[in-house]
């Protein structure tokens, strides 16, 4: 009895073995074809922390562009809503102040960009900035709410033009400092804000900054 | 029965050609038609897309020597989204917000080589509300200070829009258009309710 027992497994182990090169050789191209698509998904996800979003990226050659010069990147950060829901979902475990996690819960990405122009401050043509900004950025279906220009600093926020909502708001700010630019966006959804707005402070003071 | 044949032999050749000229001459009529609409449409397009009380003030670009430049344009989509957020607090100002469709405010400060242009275009403007129905509500000269208010006023005098143009001396223009139902007293606050610093003051200014 258990002779046949361990002739069975024999034969059971002969034709996995059998079987399993047959399925490697005809799924290896397909196989391979996974890990090669997966690394370049890796690949493309790490250095996106790196990248600005197209909006953002439009923005900084408008301006970059119009204002002249040679500009060189100090720093470029992009966490999206891959990221954040990973801060949001590893948050669950910690024990945050209602405020933070709020603030938590509301980003859905956000990013930040910082370039230095090797050019004489000064020299750029403010109205040409903003034209170019505008047109690189209504091309996207984005608007200029607010346009500031005082001496050598340029300030400017754009929004989306089509419906906005208190679950989901964007918005894209461009600094241009004497020989700095600063480009920051950022997406989220404003509903937790808001919540613990109401709750701990006078709600009637939030939409003031909410507008502008 | 001769001129019956004649004509027998001359009605088919006369026809293609009669079809043929019929059909040019509907072709000739179609384009003029199709051309003349088009005409139409891109004379007529800016004049729809304006709201009534909607001024087109153009664009207006910062001042070369680094003065001052300001500009705010929040659009309905924000008005109503402030709206919404202050609707349980505030119901009073979240109706007065939800009957705006655009605040927009432009303040170009003043130097040499803009301050005849910018003069220039605060009175071409004033003259072209008055010749399209805008009605003068106040107009201060104090100080080298020069404000006038114009409101417009469609059917059974609801009010469609407001207009504000501000010489402050020498020193900056001020162009403020707030579309939608809304009265002068109520400037102040909606440049507080939506953090405006210049309609705020132009609003006590014009409370005065």
Redo the contacts between chains.
Sequence with gaps: MPATRTHERLKLMNSIEDIFPAVWARKRPIALSALLLGFVLAVFSITGYFRLSSEASALRRSVMNSAGGEWHKKIAVRVGFFTTGLIRLGSQFFNVPPEARAAIDSVRGGEVGIYICRQEP?SF???AV??AADKSMKARGW??????????Q?VAVY?P??????SN?SCCVMVLHEEKLILASAHGNLEPL?RIAGNRLN??D??????? | MGIHLERDKTAPDQKPKENYMKRLWLLALGTVLVALLAFALTVKAPAETLPPGQVDFGTFSAPSGGGEFVEVNVTSNLISFAARLIQKEEPDVAELLNGLQQVRVTVVGMDEQNRSDLKERASKLRKDLSTKGWERIVEAQKDEKDVSVYLKNGKNNAVQGLAVVVLDGGRQAVFVNIVGEIRPEQIALIGEKLHIDPLKKIGEATEK
């Design positions: 000064g043509n403010r109205g903003f034209a608007i200029r709410v607010v346009g500031v220009a005082q001496g050598n340029l929004m033009r089509k419906a906005i909502s208190t708001v808001l709600l009637s939030v939409p003031q900054h909410l507008a502008l």
